[in-house]
Nanobody
């Protein structure tokens, strides 16, 4: 069964760090582009970071100095290291694995940052 599962979210204080995981089962992430999205309450879902099949990394300008996306093919996982978290980072974070016309999504993990 093909599945993506995010984990690592939680309630933290401003300035703290979190590492989110996106783990795949039933297929290999090798060759897939991985996109981390987030959706804050009442807001549309928006991408924040991506890593391509060739490991090219891209970040939204608002997070590029604080977030790092990391691929670990041995663990069939992609991670999102988030540092110096801010209250505006509060959102449900989703990972998406995409290649050509195929796209898989996880169920999301909640990140809440208190001021």
């Amino acid at each position: 069964q093909v599945q993506l599962a995010e984990s690592g979210g939680g309630l933290v204080q401003a300035g703290d760090s979190l590492s989110l995981s996106c783990e795949a089962s039933g297929f290999s992430l090798n060759g897939y582009g991985i996109i981390w999205h987030r959706q804050a309450p009442g807001m549309p879902r928006d991408w924040v970071a991506s890593i391509g099949g060739t490991n090219l990394k891209k970040y939204q300008d608002s997070v590029k100095d604080r977030l790092t996306i990391i691929r670990d093919n041995a663990k069939n996982a992609v991670y999102l290291q988030m540092n110096n978290l801010k209250p505006e980072d509060t959102a449900v974070y989703y990972c998406e694995a995409t290649r050509l016309s195929t796209s898989y999504w996880g169920q999301g993990t909640q990140v809440t940052v208190s001021s």
